[in-house]
């Protein structure tokens, strides 16, 4: 994709379904969920196109699997953090990606929240087929489901599956601190230390 | 009741009434959502430099001004991008500079002309036909660009870094919304003046906002609420002998108020009990 312009770019574009953070939405924006989801459609549908019968049974599909169907006619304005998450990556999924990309999904909500989206993200994943691209700066709320991790800061600093880029040593280089790990339940977690650790 | 109809004067009142209504209604939607008022105020007060322009090399005013403010659009938004600053900023340098070489026109001019002021306040009785066919071509513009762009700009305002992420020429759909703006204050000056056009850049969408949850839904309201205040302004200033300007601008503002006040916003959603407002819990 790096160098590709004009058509290749648009026809690349259709396929990454692109889920960006929720502090880009304008909240004051008159809009139903319904329609937030078909804004998906818009690249495809261009500036006349009309949405055809097999669209809106995709935007239907799409509220289903996020779970807000029964909000699909209410104010957008009137979600909650997390379901306005939903209707992002409702409106990613619309178009029937085949690679879905997550710029921080869980940022500004609450632990249950954040636990409840990385499980939509994950079984949306499963189900779907999907190429997942899920950007975070919380290595543990992804940690126990990706197969390969990039560790990014200004350039590729890491790359590689799990067990590869998730020990010790490659972490302790990467954030230049002390490491942590600890385990939970068969789970474990990345402690990344200051001073107190 | 309506033989004031019968005047030339006041068909062409009525006329640039309702173009003024419909296209400060339509390019208002997009300010009161995009946050563009100081910009409307900026290009209206811009659009006295081109007045005073016109007047200097006695040429059309108006047709001088849609340059001018065209020119003043143009610099704001390459002086936001270019020299990365905040548009409001921007905005606040240009309309000043803008005012400025009104000022500086209107001292270089040989003869004092009162007819300057009209544009101030407004002058809707004055209008001309040559006036009245420009305002219509312009507002035929403005509003065709929104028709034929109405699903650009809804993305672009919803949810800017998607659509450019989506492939859409943001930069250039936000510096058109500027300009189409420009030529909006260009339609409305003769009618309402330069001092409150502002006013109906913002109010009749205002009104709308109060009432409903819906984009589209949004126009057609703020339509309403612009021909409203615009004509029966007009009708009101007629029958009271009262500037029109001032009394279109009273119109808008009291619908405004009676909006805010009786709005199903203010009520609970029977669903979800939120009133309005996006929840950032």
Known sequence: ?197 | MFEFLHYGFMQRALLSSVIVGTTCSFIGVFVVLRGMAFAGSGLAHAAFGGVALGFLLAVNPLVATVLFCLGTAGLIQVTSRKAQLRMDAAIGIFFAFAMALGVLFIGLMKRYDARIYGYLFGNVLGVTPGNLILMAVLGLVVIGAIGLLYRRLKFLTFDEEMAEASGLPTDALAALLLGLLALTVVVSIKTVGIILVEALLVTPAATAYQLTHRYGMMFALSWIAGMVSCVAGLVISYALGIPSGASIVTVATVLFALAAVFSPKRRKCKVCGHKSGFDTA
């Open chain 1, 1 to 197: 994709m790096l160098g590709a312009g004009g058509h290749e770019l648009a026809r690349v574009r259709r396929h990454i379904g692109y889920v960006p953070q929720r502090r880009t939405l304008d909240p004051q924006f008159p809009i139903t969920v319904r329609d937030a989801v078909v804004m998906g459609l818009y690249p495809m549908l261009g500036a006349f196109g009309r949405l055809t019968a097999d669209d809106r049974r995709r935007v239907e599909a799409a509220l289903v699997a996020v779970g807000l169907l029964d909000s699909a006619d209410h104010a957008a304005g009137h979600l909650s953090g997390g379901q306005q998450q939903r209707l992002l990556i409702a409106r990613a999924l619309v178009q029937e990606p085949r690679i879905m990309l997550l710029d921080e999904p869980t940022s500004a909500v609450d632990a249950a929240t954040r636990s409840a989206i990385v499980d939509l993200v994950r079984r949306l994943h499963a189900e779907r087929g999907l190429t997942t691209f899920y950007v975070t700066h919380d290595i543990n709320e992804v940690m126990p489901c990706v197969d390969k991790v990039l560790y990014i800061n200004r350039t590729v600093r890491a790359f590689g599956s799990c067990a590869q880029v998730l020990n010790r040593e490659t972490l302790e280089s990467l954030y230049g601190s002390r490491v942590v790990f600890a385990e939970d339940s068969g789970r474990r977690y990345v402690i990344v230390g200051d001073s107190h650790v």
